[in-house]
């Protein structure tokens, strides 16, 4: 136990001591920084610009019933049409709203602008002109226009997630963003991770020292040592990510915002989830935790069976592909129809299941399943170790052997 | 102090090791020989407990073999290697650490280690900035630095530069003058003269030979004495007390190769010879550790 504990300790410094690790820690945080800057950056350039907007009204029937908004001001003109036109050009922000006298024909009020008007600013000046209409035809019609307004409803769809508790609200965006976000990081960490557990073996093996270590320690605390210790140091890089993301973000947002300074995307991203955080969280750990075991030690296993990086594609293949296909069934497909069959299916194996079940997660697991899946989970990744170990207690020590799967196989089979 | 019992080792379709026993005595330095693939580099796995055997039993000091003896081994593989971007000194306080030492202990033994072989500048460099023979100085130092009682060293002369041979060869004979016992394969013979009290010959998995190397010369001296003399070239007629093997005839001297009769002695080869020759030279003829096996294996097969 006592070596384990100093395999892992090797394993461990050894990486997060380099560069590439440094780098990476810091540099994720620096692009959610930067992203996020550049959003708070448009946000603000878009409020500043005040638009105002020229009204040459000739059916005078919109007169004064325009409401000004924090980005439009409305301004009403009454030189002719070619006029204005010509005051346009040299303002860029500008707008020119024209109200030909005869308003029932589609297509006769126009908006004049230098630039391009956005569509958002468009559409504004649209609905409010059909408001602004629509009440003039119902005074004229001798409507009660205030009556009216006070029947008219207003409806507002909230999401309500029945549970046991109760009716609990949700934020489905936020839940649903959680578990893609988590079936991506999975994916992604279960490559990147199982890829470096196999560099160090395959290191191990082509530099000749794990003869040296394996006279001190067995074959599969070695391998459990580096497997761990990997796992930790994805850990690490990824607490790291949270801690410092949290940090530049709520510098970012509170720094330059001043008094309407907007909440950092992670603590506003957490509110929405509200109680369902703790759920998903707890399941995205243990997921990447149970999923990385399992692929990490078949990647182990790929890694004692070969003498250089170039030779793992042919073991590579089988390991990949069910993750591939799961990663890109998910993102494509399973995050709309959750329940399918397939979805179902996919969750509960687990060499798919910590991908699949990701997505599945938010909108919402019967019990069973999800206590199958983890069961399945565990003793997935306990199978995996123990063949992998099998493997690789004998391909460690294999220098300059091309293996095949029948040689993995007959290795398999080798006692002690 | 190191006592092999009926070791079986099979690997799928071929037997590396068949009934091999062997009893290695404290202080001993023992030759594993044989030619490669003799299983050689099974037995040893097997004693560092990196393989099992599939039958057979291990002694340690008396005790059956298990893990609370790894500390008390050091071995240098046959293939060596150390990692490559790792530090010198921190790697070799690791490997120290496995082999159960204290990381302030380690140092220590470190220390007096890296001094002594002229390493000490180097602690801080890591391996792949090293040449060759650091490395391999270095491999050595992490073989011995636990002081253990037994110390394997699989084809310890292949692969080191002459002189890194020669001064490893004088660290582990001092060493064993200390105490450690010492266990190493070769294939090389002239090597088991000059340094083994016992050997084991291994050929195709099995044992073929074995015992100190003083006794196996001495059952292998034959009666057979080269002797040169000077004079004219003697002819023989069969009442000499030997028979002739090999004549040489050179410009000032002959050389004669005899092997004695039953029963007779140099002695009386002399005394039969004195009187008709003047004699240079008699000197028995010893097989050297490569021809015994080379006759052993070849007759063998």
Request: aromatic residues 10%; hydrophobic residues 45%.
């Amino acid at each position: 136990m006592e070596k384990i504990l100093l395999i892992i300790q090797r394993e461990y410094l050894t990486r997060v001591r380099k560069r590439a690790f440094i780098v990476m820690t810091l540099l994720v945080p620096g692009l959610i920084a930067a992203m996020f800057a550049i959003v708070i950056y448009m946000a603000k350039q878009q409020e500043q610009i005040v638009h105002t907007i020229y009204v040459l009204d000739e059916s005078s029937a919109f007169k004064g019933k325009f409401h000004d908004s924090k980005s439009k001001k409305y301004v009403t003109i009454d030189y002719p049409l070619t006029a204005a036109k010509d005051t346009m050009q040299q303002h860029e922000n500008d707008m020119l709203l024209y109200i030909p006298s005869a308003t029932d024909k589609k297509d006769s009020v126009t908006v004049y602008a230098k630039k391009k008007s956005t569509l958002s600013l468009a559409d504004d000046i649209q609905t409010e002109l059909n408001n602004i209409a629509t009440g003039n035809s119902m005074v004229q019609a001798h409507i009660d226009t205030v009556q009216l307004h006070k029947i008219k409803s207003n409806i507002h769809v909230q999401a309500q997630e029945l549970t046991d508790a109760g009716a609990k609200s949700a934020n489905v965006g936020a839940s649903y963003a959680l578990g893609f976000a988590g079936a991506i990081l999975i994916y992604m960490s279960l490559f990147i991770y199982g890829a470096q557990v196999m560099r160090g073996v395959i290191e191990e093996k082509t530099s000749r020292i794990v003869e040296v270590i394996v006279s001190s320690v067995k074959p599969f605390q070695l391998m459990l040592g580096k497997i761990i210790g990997v796992g930790l140091v994805g850990l690490t890089q990824f607490l790291l990510w949270i801690i410092l993301s949290t940090i530049v973000t709520q510098l970012i947002g509170g720094g330059g915002g001043g008094h309407n300074a907007q909440p950092s995307p992670v603590t506003q991203f957490t509110s929405n989830l509200g109680e369902n955080i703790v759920y998903e969280l707890s399941c995205f750990i243990f997921y990447w935790i149970t999923g990385y075991m399992l692929y990490s030690a078949l990647f182990a296993a790929v890694g004692s069976a070969v003498d250089s990086e170039t030779e793992t594609q042919q073991f590579m293949f089988p390991i990949t592909l069910p993750l591939l296909f799961a990663y890109l069934l998910s993102v494509s497909y399973f995050f709309q129809a959750p329940d399918s069959p397939l979805a179902v299916w996919l969750s509960i194996i687990p060499l798919t299941a910590p991908v699949v079940m990701m997505v599945r997660i938010p909108f919402g697991v019967p019990g069973w399943q999800l206590g199958l899946s983890m069961a399945l989970m565990i003793a997935g990744f306990l199978f995996a170790t123990y063949v992998a170990a099998r493997i690789y207690r004998v391909g460690i020590l294999m220098y300059g052997k091309k293996a095949s799967y029948k040689e993995l196989a007959k290795w398999f089979f080798y006692k002690e | 102090m190191l006592s092999i019992r009926n070791i079986v080792k099979q690997y799928a379709g071929h037997t590396a090791l068949n009934d091999v026993s062997l009893e290695v005595n404290k202080g001993q330095v023992f030759g594993l020989l044989g030619p490669n693939g003799a299983g050689k580099t099974s037995l040893i796995r097997i004693v560092n407990q990196i393989t099992a055997p599939d039958s057979g039993e291990i002694y340690f000091n008396g005790e059956k073999l298990n893990q609370s003896h790894i500390n008390r081994i050091g071995y240098m593989p046959e293939e060596r290697g150390l990692y490559k971007k790792m530090e010198i000194g921190e790697q070799m306080i690791y490997l120290a650490r496995l082999k159960g030492m204290s990381r302030d202990e380690a140092v220590k033994r470190l220390r007096y280690w890296f001094e002594k072989l002229e390493i000490q500048a180097w602690w801080n460099k890591k391996i792949e900035e090293l040449s060759k023979g650091m490395q391999q100085k270095a491999q050595f130092v992490s073989t011995v630095v636990h002081e253990p009682d037994l110390i394997i060293l699989d084809e310890p002369f292949s692969g080191f530069d002459p002189v890194n041979a020669e001064l490893i060869k004088d660290e582990v004979l001092e060493l064993n003058r200390k105490g450690a016992t010492i266990l190493f394969s070769t294939h090389r013979m002239e090597s088991v003269e000059e340094l083994c009290d016992s050997i084991i010959l291994l050929n195709k998995s099995k044992k073929i030979l074995d015992g100190t190397v003083k006794d196996i010369k001495n059952s292998y001296r034959n009666a057979t004495y080269l002797i040169e003399y000077t004079g004219d070239k003697l002819t023989f007629d069969g009442s000499q007390p030997f028979s002739v093997d090999e004549e040489t005839v050179t410009d000032d001297s002959n050389t004669i190769k005899v092997k004695l009769n039953a029963g007779t002695s140099a002695n009386e080869v002399l005394n039969y010879l004195i009187p008709k020759t003047s004699i240079n030279m008699l000197q028995e003829v010893v097989p050297t550790m490569n021809e015994i096996f080379i006759e052993k294996v070849s007759k063998l097969n």
